[in-house]
């Protein structure tokens, strides 16, 4: 009995360059995502997510590098290309003085099979909308009326450029329960955020981006478990012993010799710790604090997240400029 015929990749990149001026925008990345995957590209402005998903999208050339989407290049299929994939540019400039139904019937047009503008309407939940002028729509209308122009051509592949970048948090999730039925229908989308709630809850796997590389990439609970603890533990304390920077003087041998203490790190006077077990290491914590004459000015834990995996990696935040 023969083997199936394993599907060619929706996206691979291989070795992909890209430098403006001076800048290295993206630098040797490598990329697989394979076919009905939700896969996020996140990173730090200035990472080159939006340079590596504007050559994917064929609107940016590469210095070198090869793009493969679904198995065609925009060398030399670049019509059929458009066909086939959709995208939601960072900024979606649309028409003011046309109307939603107006705006996806000439989106309807560029492409030679698709869904209906009806349908799109109804995608987007714009149906009370439909001859509402694009310049009176609510920031989260308009993100979704852009989200029906990259589906009406019915795309295999969908490219979703900081997709609910300035919404407001009911119309992000909004944004989110449209993304989750794309998702369930089989497409292949590709997410650039840099909200890592957006992206565990939507993305099968992530790439964490910084200087134009990709310096991680798993599923988001695999990364957060790289980490070394599920919980993080931070806190501020102060003595008359103060280091050089103004924060207590706190012997970091102490923390990390707490049973469950997987890492510690100290930021801008902040102790940050990663632990396994908050119940047991946090009264521990309180005692080596309690025994070394310090003072707790400020107390906080949370769940491990994406952003504290970005911080092990790189000592910086996510949103740091």
Request: charged share 25%.
């Amino acid at each position: 009995m023969a083997m199936p015929t394993p599907q060619a990749p929706s996206l691979l990149l291989r070795g992909l360059h890209k430098t403006f001026a001076e800048v290295v925008a993206v630098n040797g990345l490598d990329l697989e995502v394979t076919p009905g995957e939700c896969f996020g590209l996140l990173g730090p402005n200035g990472a080159g997510k939006t340079t590596t998903i504007e050559i994917c999208e064929g609107l940016t050339t590469p210095d070198s590098g090869d793009v493969e989407l679904l198995g065609l290049n925009w060398r030399t299929n670049a019509e059929e290309l458009r066909q086939r994939i959709g995208l939601q540019l960072q900024e979606t400039q649309l028409s003011e003085k046309l109307t939603v139904e107006e705006t996806l019937r000439l989106f309807r047009s560029f492409f030679r099979r698709g869904i209906t503008v009806e349908d799109s309407i109804k995608t987007a939940q714009l149906e009370e909308k439909r001859s509402a002028r694009v310049g009176t729509l609510s920031g989260g209308q308009k993100q979704r009326l852009a989200m029906a122009c990259a589906l009406v051509g019915d795309p295999e592949l969908l490219f979703l450029d900081e997709p609910t970048t300035g919404l407001d948090p009911q119309a992000r999730r909004n944004l989110w329960d449209l993304l989750d039925r794309l998702k369930q229908e089989g497409r292949t989308i590709i997410l650039t955020t840099h909200y890592m709630d957006e992206a565990e809850r939507l993305c099968d796997r992530v790439a964490i981006m910084d200087h134009g590389r990709i310096i991680a990439l798993d599923t988001p609970p695999r990364l957060i478990a790289s980490v070394g603890g599920e919980h993080i533990v931070e806190f501020a304390a102060t003595s008359h012993n103060k280091g050089a920077n103004g924060a207590a003087a706190v012997d970091p041998a102490l923390l990390t010799a707490i049973e469950g203490v997987e890492s510690h790190r100290l930021t801008a006077g902040t102790h940050q710790l990663s632990v396994r077990e908050l119940h047991t290491a946090v009264p521990k914590i309180f005692s080596v604090l309690a025994s070394q004459g310090l003072h707790l000015d400020e107390f906080r834990t949370h769940s491990a997240t994406l952003e504290d995996v970005f911080v092990a990696l790189t000592g910086r935040n996510l949103r740091d400029e």
